[in-house]
T-cell receptor
Framework: AQTVTQSQPEMSVQEAETVTLSCTYD???????LFWYKQPPSRQMILVIR??????QNATENRFSVNFQKAAKSFSLKISDSQLGDAAMYFC??????????FGQGTRLTINP | EAQVTQNPRYLITVTGKKLTVTCSQN?????MSWYRQDPGLGLRQIYY???????DKGDVPEGYKVSRKEKRNFPLILESPSPNQTSLYFC????????????FGPGTRLLVL
């Protein structure tokens, strides 16, 4: 069965510094997609970044980038120049087939001013 | 504004009292899904629907029912709620293509006493 593991329940970082959130997944599929969602205190699920497994190039969105290592089944999220508004729960998610989405346990990120 | 709406946002009920959480989307999406979020477990899929009148079980369907009579609506029904269904519930939708991003509603916090 496909599983997603986020081994860091909590992380903290100083404002303006860089932080990396870890995610690993288990799959036998060759064609799949990976996502990072942000959940601020409002509880809204907000898409941060998306990666297609068949693309070698790591996805980036402004201060957010991923390190996708397909052979290692690893999909970490790097947040550069951390801001107070980045404080949230972050979920890694894996999708295969037609919309089957599996989430990790989440990592709570705290930004220290 | 394109969005997924859920009602109610907060609900306190008692064991055994039937309840319905509504979900509606205005994006003409074919795919809709329900998730529950519990601490340390991330989001888990309850039920999903690929189109009108087409629904199927997710990973944790026990104690829940759904229906999809109209494309825009996908209500979640708890016919006899129990305390272990206390959770944060999310509805999501998409056009249903492989790898497509799912858009989430604001969440419904349910407490079953």
């Amino acid at each position: 069965a496909q599983t997603v593991t986020q081994s860091q329940p909590e992380m903290s970082v100083q404002e303006a510094e860089t932080v990396t959130l870890s995610c690993t997944y288990d799959t036998s599929e060759s064609d799949y997609y990976l996502f990072w969602y942000k959940q601020p205190p409002s509880r809204q699920m907000i898409l941060v970044i998306r990666q297609e497994a068949y693309k070698q190039q790591n996805a980036t969105e402004n201060r957010f980038s991923v390190n996708f290592q397909k052979a290692a089944k690893s999909f970490s999220l790097k947040i550069s120049d951390s801001q107070l508004g980045d404080a949230a729960m972050y979920f890694c998610a894996y999708m295969w087939g037609a919309q089957k989405l599996v989430f990790g346990q989440g990592t709570r990120l705290t930004i220290n001013p | 504004e394109a969005q997924v709406t859920q009602n109610p946002r907060y609900l306190i009920t008692v064991t055994g009292k039937k309840l319905t959480v509504t979900c509606s989307q205005n994006m003409n999406h074919e795919y809709m899904s329900w998730y529950r979020q519990d601490p340390g477990l991330g989001l888990r899929q309850i039920y999903y629907s690929m189109n009108v009148e087409v629904t199927d079980k997710g990973d944790v369907p026990e104690g829940y029912k759904v229906s999809r009579k109209e494309k825009r609506n996908f209500p979640l029904i708890l016919e006899s709620p129990s305390p272990n269904q206390t959770s944060l519930y999310f509805c999501a939708s998409s056009f249903g293509q492989a790898g497509e991003t799912q858009y989430f509603g604001p969440g419904t916090r349910l407490l079953v006493l």
